[in-house]
């Protein structure tokens, strides 16, 4: 729930950030001034706010930038990864009186209160994060102006009172209602595409369909209610599950429509949601994490090669899957399955790759926006695979020829 007045707040408009658990930090408004309520979360980029503010991965949860200066580039009609901001609320300690950059079209203040965005700034985000980080992600909730002014009991009873992440089905919320199609020929690629995919939106930001594109595959971004019917009229190479927010556990449309995906061999990548989603078409199962992984910096191990990347995430949700392996799927007929990437800093699964089928998924967002490019590799991976799965095809479609001829002659 949230209530705003979209006004830009005097200079010493008081706000207070309150956590379930009744810590309370005081500061002055920043954006729209009103009521938020979300789960309160730590990012640690230092940089790309535009394009973590417009990740639909943070629908419903009041973003706390570990960075102390943040606002300083503005805001401008290039970066943002989806058609809104989508976090409930914003947290920062040194937000800059004025952008300066090039590329600025308008300040980030400004833009938080054209979107209704509540915030707050002046507090002290590393005591924050450091309480986050020792006790767990928790509900909270942003009140500035006369909702300030209220009592901490009153404040903390309200935010008590909101839905907690765990059980939240939010993917449908966040995706299109209609089906787009991304052009390879958009986005410098010359010539015929290479593949065709179908991509399922729950969550997608815009620089991963365009990643795909200037390798040569359209890409058809579907909602997220859809079908295999739906899936198979655009007739796909490949098949692609994105990005986004809520608890896996709800997802069991998108389960249910990745197994049959599955058992028609289309070959299938899955970053993010994608990948829990996988875990659990698999038969294995999710768990929320403490505190999660959210930023531009933190540390994968690729097991099958050994190398170190530094990727972008942003997950509060992880797959149980057992990191010694191959080990055999628990929906058994999909055969073996096993953990392809850990995460460095807690061994938290952060991707799957399937042995006797075409499908793995990572728990990262290759397309890395803001952030490195070490994971850009896994887009490659997933045409490689296609080409395969075309490859054998076309090779099962000659044998069967030969076959056919040969009883003829007969």
Same mark, same amino acid.
């Given at each position: 729930?949230?209530?705003?007045? %979209?006004?830009?707040?005097?200079?010493?408009?008081?706000?207070?950030?309150?956590?379930?658990?009744?810590?309370?930090?005081?500061?002055?408004?920043?954006?729209?001034?009103?009521?938020?309520?979300?789960?309160?979360?730590?990012?640690?980029? &230092?940089?790309?706010?535009?394009?973590?503010?417009?990740?639909?991965?943070?629908?419903?949860?009041?973003?706390?930038?570990?960075?102390?200066?943040?606002?300083?580039?503005?805001?401008?009609?290039?970066?943002?990864?989806?058609?809104?901001?989508?976090?409930?609320?914003?947290?920062?300690?040194?937000?800059?009186?004025?952008?300066?950059?090039?590329?600025?079209?308008?300040?980030?203040?400004? !833009?938080?209160?054209?979107?209704?965005?509540?915030?707050?700034?002046?507090?002290?985000?590393?005591?924050?994060?450091?309480?986050?980080?020792?006790?767990?992600? &928790?509900?909270?909730?942003?009140?500035?102006?006369?909702?300030?002014?209220?009592?901490?009991? !009153?404040?903390? *009873?309200?935010?008590?009172?909101?839905?907690? &992440?765990?059980?939240?089905?939010?993917?449908?919320?966040?995706?299109? !209602?209609?089906?787009?199609?991304?052009?390879?020929?958009?986005?410098?690629?010359?010539?015929?595409?290479?593949?065709?995919?179908?991509?399922?939106?729950?969550?997608?930001?815009?620089?991963?369909?365009?990643?795909?594109?200037?390798?040569?595959?359209?890409?058809?971004?579907?909602?997220?209610?859809?079908?295999?019917?739906?899936?198979?009229?655009?007739?796909?190479?490949?098949? +692609? &599950?994105?990005?986004?927010?809520?608890?896996? /556990?709800?997802?069991?449309?998108?389960?249910?429509?990745?197994?049959?995906?599955?058992?028609? %061999?289309?070959?299938?990548?899955?970053?993010?949601?994608?990948?829990?989603?996988?875990?659990?078409?698999?038969?294995?199962?999710?768990?929320?994490?403490?505190?999660?992984?959210?930023?531009?910096?933190?540390?994968?191990?690729?097991?099958?090669?050994?190398?170190?990347?530094?990727?972008?995430?942003?997950?509060?949700?992880?797959?149980?899957?057992?990191?010694?392996?191959?080990?055999?799927?628990?929906?058994?007929?999909?055969?073996?399955?096993?953990?392809?990437?850990?995460?460095?800093?807690?061994?938290?699964?952060?991707?799957?790759?399937?042995?006797?089928?075409?499908?793995?998924?990572?728990?990262?967002?290759? !397309?890395?926006?803001?952030?490195?490019?070490?994971?850009?590799?896994? +887009?490659?991976? +997933?045409?490689?695979?296609?080409?395969?799965?075309?490859?054998?095809?076309?090779?099962? *479609?000659?044998?069967?020829? %030969?076959?056919?001829?040969?009883?003829? /002659?007969?």
């Amino acid at each position: 729930m949230t209530e705003i007045r %979209k006004s830009v707040p005097q200079k010493n408009t008081p706000a207070v950030l309150v956590l379930e658990d009744g810590r309370v930090f005081r500061g002055r408004a920043y954006g729209a001034v009103g009521t938020t309520l979300g789960e309160a979360v730590f990012a640690t980029g &230092m940089t790309g706010y535009q394009e973590t503010l417009t990740d639909p991965s943070y629908d419903r949860q009041i973003v706390v930038q570990t960075a102390p200066h943040i606002g300083n580039t503005g805001v401008n009609s290039d970066d943002p990864e989806s058609r809104r901001i989508w976090v409930a609320g914003y947290v920062v300690r040194d937000p800059a009186r004025r952008p300066s950059n090039w590329r600025a079209e308008g300040s980030l203040d400004e !833009e938080l209160v054209r979107q209704g965005i509540v915030g707050i700034q002046g507090i002290d985000t590393r005591a924050v994060t450091r309480h986050l980080r020792e006790h767990r992600t &928790m509900r909270a909730g942003i009140f500035s102006g006369p909702a300030a002014e209220r009592t901490d009991r !009153e404040l903390v *009873d309200e935010v008590l009172a909101s839905a907690p &992440m765990e059980g939240s089905r939010l993917a449908e919320e966040v995706s299109v !209602e209609s089906a787009y199609t991304v052009e390879p020929s958009d986005h410098g690629w010359e010539g015929e595409p290479r593949f065709s995919i179908a991509a399922i939106d729950l969550g997608i930001k815009a620089m991963t369909p365009q990643r795909f594109a200037e390798r040569g595959v359209r890409v058809h971004v579907l909602p997220a209610t859809s079908t295999l019917d739906d899936v198979k009229a655009v007739s796909p190479d490949g098949f +692609f &599950m994105s990005n986004g927010p809520g608890d896996p /556990a709800t997802a069991d449309a998108q389960v249910s429509l990745l197994r049959s995906v599955l058992d028609e %061999k289309i070959p299938y990548f899955g970053i993010c949601f994608g990948n829990q989603i996988l875990g659990r078409a698999l038969g294995f199962g999710t768990y929320k994490l403490r505190y999660g992984h959210r930023g531009i910096n933190q540390p994968v191990m690729d097991r099958r090669t050994g190398k170190v990347e530094i990727t972008s995430q942003n997950h509060g949700f992880a797959v149980d899957a057992p990191l010694d392996g191959p080990t055999t799927a628990p929906e058994a007929h999909y055969g073996r399955v096993e953990v392809s990437h850990v995460s460095l800093n807690d061994q938290v699964v952060e991707g799957l790759a399937c042995l006797d089928i075409p499908a793995f998924s990572v728990q990262y967002h290759p !397309e890395a926006a803001a952030g490195p490019h070490d994971a850009a590799y896994l +887009f490659d991976r +997933f045409i490689d695979l296609m080409e395969g799965q075309r490859s054998a095809g076309a090779e099962g *479609d000659g044998q069967s020829q %030969k076959t056919s001829q040969s009883e003829e /002659a007969k």
